[in-house]
């Protein structure tokens, strides 16, 4: 085959201000997975990653020059910022999706917000909307439309027929993980990356995926592209991966951007000892839950394979909260998880959640409490956000106005009547981010007081910060106090 295709992607880091500002970039691995696929199929594949481009306009070029056939929208579903579905990014990819209509391209999406939303996608352009995992369908659709054929026998597709909308029958989850080919590295330019992480952090970090899914229920999480169920890949696939990317482009930090990493009985342990085998040297970040972490020998393997940040779903100290979630874990658990890790001096960093149904000034305080008890070493917060297909949306629906998406990540309206109003959680969201870091600012000041030789110009800096953080929470309290009213 010979058709030429266009593969991109509509998360642009820019215009996420608050995303921007971290510099923590990262390739767009799930739609270079499925560039491998289609490639492996015998199409002519260019890919465009948008990921550090100004605007979506820069594709224009490409689209008009007339040798495109397919245009492919093929959003990375292992990063979790694509979930959000966030307007600035939907925009954008209706942007390319109309330029790539006018310039006479057969233009298809995969992603979580179309998955949600295809008619409005159909309203700009795009022809096929590819609803769930998508390497498989993406591949049968493409060898469809090749054999001139329309794609009604096609799983997982959502396309329309004499403007009639066709929904075809979901397609099964992907179970043999370890049968994809490797993602197509060769198609990206990784150097300004690399630029970007060396310079604003000293260290290069690349991404890679061991799982798809997730296996639990907490009610406000939504799955559209690998659902509830949990596969993995085996650990000997994930290392030969490892091992390619040290040996390419010679990252020291992975991020594996896993919902749950290591769920699979074992599964932590035996990636430890092929890691120890080959004698590969790097560090990596997880997410996990805490009721896993406090397993056996779990966080000794993590430590053995070089882990050196953990973020867990803690969400709220307040149980009463956790169990609304369906969170099915415990305040006890988070203070246990914090200590082992802390003893096999791994990070440990807090996703926490405020708004949640139900939520008072006690169980608000109560996670507060719970953050300066337990000093994470990283903070992560946001506002409860209803996705569709989940309980918690479904509670909410019916409160939703115009606005039902977050322009971009640092947004934090609520979109639903909560116990409180916007300006009380973007305050609120102030106070404890200077509360924290004060706090570690004074751990910082003690930590010198007791050694000086850990003096640096890091905790020089992050000591006299406090004074600032200090005055910021004090008056930030205030105004909280009176917005409570």
Not at 226 to 236: D, E, L, V
Not at 331 to 355: M, S, T, Y
Request: one cysteine or more; glycine letters at 6%.
């Amino acid at each position: 085959m010979e058709s030429k295709v266009l593969l991109t992607h509509s998360y642009f880091y820019k215009l996420d201000s608050k995303q921007w500002k971290f510099k923590q970039p990262y390739p767009p691995l799930g739609t270079l997975l499925a560039g491998a696929v289609i490639q492996k199929e015998g199409f002519n594949v260019t890919l465009f990653d948008v990921g550090l481009k100004d605007d979506p306009s820069a594709i224009t070029s490409l689209l008009k020059s007339g040798q495109v056939e397919y245009f492919i929208i093929y959003d990375d579903g292992f990063n979790y910022l694509t979930k959000m579905c966030l307007t600035v990014m939907r925009e954008a990819a209706f942007t390319m999706s109309k330029l790539a209509k006018e310039n006479g391209c057969t233009v298809i999406i995969s992603s979580s917000d179309s998955t949600d939303h295809y008619e409005k996608y159909f309203e700009h352009g795009v022809d096929y909307v590819i609803r769930g995992e998508g390497e498989d369908t993406l591949r049968n659709l493409l060898k469809t439309l090749e054999a001139k054929e329309r794609p009604y026998h096609v799983r997982g597709l959502v396309f329309k027929d004499n403007k009639q909308t066709i929904v075809t029958p979901p397609r099964p989850v992907m179970r043999d993980l370890d049968s994809l080919p490797l993602p197509a590295w060769e198609l990206i330019d990784v150097e300004p990356y690399r630029k970007i992480w060396i310079k604003h952090h000293g260290y290069f970090s690349l991404n890679i995926a061991t799982t798809r899914g997730c296996p639990y229920k907490c009610n406000w999480c939504a799955k559209p592209i690998y659902g509830n169920r949990y596969n993995s890949r085996s650990p000997k696939k994930v290392v030969d991966e490892i091992e390619y990317l040290l040996n390419t482009f010679a990252p020291t930090h992975f991020w594996m951007c896993d919902d749950i990493f290591g769920l699979k009985p074992k599964w932590i342990q035996e990636f430890r000892d092929e890691v120890v085998a080959r004698n590969l040297q790097f560090k990596y970040k997880i997410q996990s839950r805490v009721d896993l972490l406090v397993q056996e020998d779990t966080i000794d393997a993590l430590a053995e394979s070089g882990a050196e940040t953990v973020w867990v779903g803690a969400e709220s100290g307040s149980q009463k909260i956790l169990d609304a979630m369906d969170k099915g874990t415990t305040v006890q658990e988070i203070k246990e998880a914090r200590l082992l890790l802390k003893q096999k001096r791994i990070k440990v960093a807090f996703f926490l959640q405020f708004g949640y149904l139900g939520e008072t000034k006690e169980d608000i305080d109560a996670t507060l409490k719970m953050v300066l008890d337990l000093m994470p070493d990283e903070i992560g917060i946001s506002v409860s956000y209803p996705l569709p297909g989940t309980k918690f949306y479904e509670k909410v629906k019916g409160q939703l106005s115009e606005k039902q998406n977050w322009k971009d990540s640092d947004d934090l309206d609520m979109m639903f009547q909560s116990t409180f109003n916007t300006k009380y959680y973007k305050q609120l969201h102030r106070f404890v981010h200077h509360q924290f870091a004060a706090k570690k600012g004074f751990h910082a000041m003690i930590g010198v007081i007791k050694n000086p030789l850990t003096l640096s110009l890091k905790t020089i800096r992050r000591s006299l910060s406090t004074v600032y953080h200090i005055a910021a929470f004090t008056i930030q309290k205030r105004y909280l106090n009176a917005l409570s009213k």
